[in-house]
């Protein structure tokens, strides 16, 4: 009985240690084939395995994670570690957006929300990788983060920085100090644009940006930069669709392709330039949706667009508002600048400036023509080295420069002393003014056509038609339609200065002979003296300030208060002050009847006339007027 107690007590000891044997090997199992969780007891011991671990946790029955290290173990830190060549997957359940992690060392909390990924950190997200020292990962929040610096890219998107936080919910990432992004083109032959800045947030979903404080932006030889910068990308983040510029923005546009010229109608600023600088308080610039083509350029306040040739020639235009709108070929479909416009092109020479300015510049429909508008009468400008012309409106072709001005027309033809050609019966030695209701410009023969009540002064002397054709370079001028000139003169033994009206059908001015030539219906008057003729011809001094000598010719009549004189030629002297009748003359005095001679001088000062006769008894008669 005894032997029987003692084997059945050795067998219970047997059966209490093979249990707890049993039981320690289930436990030592469970620890080598999963990560510990916060509800399991673990000692803080470091567990050191020779051979690679590989595991997934589970919820359920759906995967959550997938983990592969060298090393693993619970730290003092009460944070797990995993150590050496770590690959973390984390299986979301919507499809294709698994994220991966990586790193020489990755530190977890038991709740297996944040982790830290160091030493060449690595996360990929879809097509996104991201590189840090320092990658810190939400995963419930589904957020990565870092401080020490981070560069990531995708197969059309590259960009670094300082800081960043990358929300794989929203899709947005966001960089600080130092951000940078590049844009990667499709074809190796085209280039990359460059942003540079401080701050960025850019969402993939949605495919807008915005980098903010000191914004740099580089294309080849193309830059920019702004305070502030907003942009939209095509859905395959390859192009810019919308650039947009703001708080003192810059740009450098340079045209490297040479595609300037083959634009059909393209305006010559445009078609000519080859670079391209763009000042305004804000520039905004669209592109065709799945081009590179610019669709769109615009500037708000303070614009200032100049266009460089080549050769050296510019336009520069300034507004408060410019805006251009082109085609697919890239021809200008619109141009349009508004508030106090200017335009001013520049040559190689200095004195080839020209100015325009008006209200607002527009150009349409694939043309060459600007139009210009001013607020109220004369408030739009044209400036040259040579003249000013202030009008209403104005229609410009700007690859001849003709233009046409309408709504009323001053013009200042300037001053250029020393200039041995004038300008009609006027001097090159002073301002020539002009105004006419309407006016039109030939830039080839340098060719003014001004119609509807025109008039033309320098100082005193003036000359009125209603149609007027001034060659600016030679000094031609013929006129037509209620022509009248006026022409002061001072004798040399009289103070007062006289003033001496010609007016004619028409007049012509030919300056290789210093000729003022007056046609049909011709007046002339000198005091209370008015002579009528069928042309009469004014020959001017070298200085063209003075009159030389008139002739009038064909049926002249000579008409005083007290009688008329009829002859077929009449020569009048300004210096002198007489007027010579000849062509068998005839005096039809109201009070001595009718007198004929050969010549009849009227001497206009004191009103005396002198008849003379040529036959066999050369004689005088004098005829004294009272005054």
Same mark, same amino acid.
């Given at each position: 009985m005894l032997f029987t107690r003692i084997i059945r007590a050795g067998i219970a000891v047997f059966l209490v240690v093979l249990v707890g044997v049993i039981g320690l090997f289930i436990i030592r199992s469970q620890v080598k084939h999963r990560v510990p969780v916060k509800t399991e007891k673990l000692t803080q011991q470091k567990i050191e395995k020779k051979e690679r671990l590989k595991y997934t946790r589970t919820k359920g029955k759906e995967p959550t994670h997938s983990v592969k290290t060298d090393k693993q173990y619970l730290g003092e830190d009460d944070q797990y570690h995993l150590e050496g060549n770590v690959e973390i997957i984390f299986f979301k359940k919507r499809e294709g957006k698994d994220v991966f992690l990586y790193g020489e060392e990755v530190v977890y909390d038991r709740d297996m929300n944040h982790f830290v990924a160091t030493g060449k950190a690595k996360a990929n997200f879809k097509d996104l990788i991201i590189e840090s020292t320092v990658l810190h990962y939400e995963d419930k929040e589904e957020l990565f983060w870092t401080e020490s610096g981070v560069i990531f890219y995708s197969q059309r998107l590259k960009g670094s920085a300082r800081k960043m936080t990358y929300s794989m919910k929203q899709e947005k990432i966001e960089l600080h100090e130092s951000a940078k992004l590049s844009l990667m083109p499709k074809f190796e032959t085209s280039l990359p644009v460059i942003i540079w800045g401080n701050d960025l947030v850019y969402s993939r979903k949605k495919k807008r940006g915005t980098m903010k404080g000191g914004v740099r932006l580089f294309r080849g030889k193309s830059h920019a930069s702004a305070n502030n910068l907003y942009f939209e990308l095509s859905p395959d983040e390859e192009l810019i669709r919308t650039l947009f510029l703001k708080g003192k923005a810059k740009a450098i546009l340079i045209d490297e392709e040479k595609r300037g010229n083959s634009s059909r109608n393209q305006p010559s600023f445009l078609a000519r330039s080859e670079k391209r600088e763009i000042e305004a308080e804000e520039i905004e610039i669209?592109?065709?949706?799945?081009?590179?083509?610019?669709?769109?350029?615009?500037?708000?306040?303070?614009?200032?667009?100049?266009?460089?040739?080549?050769?050296?020639?510019?336009?520069?235009?300034?507004?408060?508002?410019?805006?251009?709108?082109?085609?697919?070929?890239?021809?200008?479909?619109?141009?349009?600048?508004?508030?106090?416009?200017?335009?001013?092109?520049?040559?190689?020479?200095?004195?080839?400036?020209?100015?325009?300015?008006?209200?607002?510049?527009?150009?349409?429909?694939?043309?060459?023509?600007?139009?210009?508008?001013?607020?109220?009468?004369?408030?739009?400008? *044209?400036?040259?080295?040579?003249?000013?012309?202030?009008?209403?409106?104005?229609?410009?072709?700007?690859?001849?420069?003709?233009?046409?001005?309408?709504?009323? @027309?001053?013009?200042?033809?300037?001053?250029?002393?020393?200039?041995?050609?004038?300008?009609?019966?006027?001097?090159?030695?002073?301002?020539?003014?002009?105004?006419?209701?309407?006016?039109?410009?030939?830039?080839?023969?340098?060719?003014?056509?001004?119609?509807?009540?025109?008039?033309?002064?320098?100082?005193?002397?003036?000359?009125?038609?209603?149609?007027?054709?001034?060659?600016?370079?030679?000094?031609?001028?013929?006129?037509?339609?209620?022509?009248?000139?006026?022409?002061?003169?001072?004798?040399?033994?009289?103070?007062?200065?006289?003033?001496?009206?010609?007016?004619?059908?028409?007049?012509?001015?030919?300056?290789?002979?210093?000729?003022?030539?007056?046609?049909?219906?011709?007046?002339?008057?000198?005091?209370?003296? *008015?002579?009528?003729?069928?042309? @009469?011809?004014?020959?001017?001094?070298?200085?063209?300030?003075?009159?030389?000598?008139?002739?009038?010719?064909?049926?002249?009549? *000579?008409?005083?208060? @007290?009688?008329?004189?009829?002859?077929?030629?009449?020569?009048?002297?300004?210096?002198?002050?007489?007027?010579?009748?000849?062509?068998?003359?005839?005096?039809?005095?109201?009070?001595?009847?009718?007198?004929?001679?050969?010549?009849?001088?009227?001497?206009?000062?004191?009103?005396?006339?002198?008849?003379?006769?040529?036959?066999?008894?050369?004689?005088?008669?004098?005829?004294?007027?009272?005054?």
């Open positions: 669209k592109s065709f949706p799945g081009l590179q083509t610019i669709q769109a350029l615009e500037g708000k306040q303070s614009c200032s667009f100049k266009f460089f040739s080549e050769s050296g020639n510019s336009t520069h235009i300034l507004a408060e508002s410019v805006k251009f709108e082109f085609d697919l070929e890239g021809g200008l479909k619109e141009f349009l600048a508004s508030k106090n416009a200017r335009m001013i092109d520049e040559g190689e020479d200095p004195e080839e400036r020209r100015l325009i300015a008006g209200e607002t510049l527009t150009i349409k429909d694939n043309t060459d023509v600007l139009r210009v508008k001013g607020k109220g009468q004369f408030e739009t400008r *044209i400036t040259s080295s040579d003249s000013d012309v202030f009008t209403d409106e104005v229609t410009l072709h700007l690859d001849s420069n003709n233009f046409e001005a309408k709504g009323g @027309v001053k013009v200042v033809l300037k001053s250029k002393k020393g200039e041995e050609n004038s300008i009609g019966i006027f001097s090159r030695e002073y301002p020539v003014s002009i105004r006419a209701k309407e006016m039109r410009y030939f830039d080839e023969k340098k060719r003014f056509l001004f119609k509807g009540n025109v008039k033309i002064w320098q100082e005193k002397k003036t000359l009125f038609a209603d149609d007027v054709e001034l060659y600016e370079e030679t000094g031609e001028i013929f006129c037509t339609d209620n022509v009248i000139s006026i022409f002061p003169h001072k004798p040399k033994e009289e103070k007062k200065e006289e003033r001496i009206e010609i007016s004619a059908a028409q007049m012509t001015f030919k300056p290789e002979e210093n000729l003022v030539l007056y046609e049909k219906k011709c007046t002339l008057k000198i005091k209370d003296l *008015i002579l009528y003729a069928q042309s @009469v011809s004014v020959y001017l001094k070298e200085n063209m300030e003075d009159m030389k000598e008139t002739i009038a010719r064909g049926k002249v009549i *000579i008409v005083q208060d @007290v009688g008329e004189a009829r002859g077929k030629e009449a020569r009048y002297d300004p210096d002198k002050e007489t007027i010579i009748l000849l062509g068998n003359p005839v005096l039809e005095d109201k009070e001595r009847g009718i007198t004929k001679g050969d010549k009849l001088t009227f001497y206009i000062a004191d009103g005396r006339i002198f008849v003379e006769n040529k036959g066999k008894e050369r004689s005088v008669t004098v005829i004294k007027r009272e005054r």
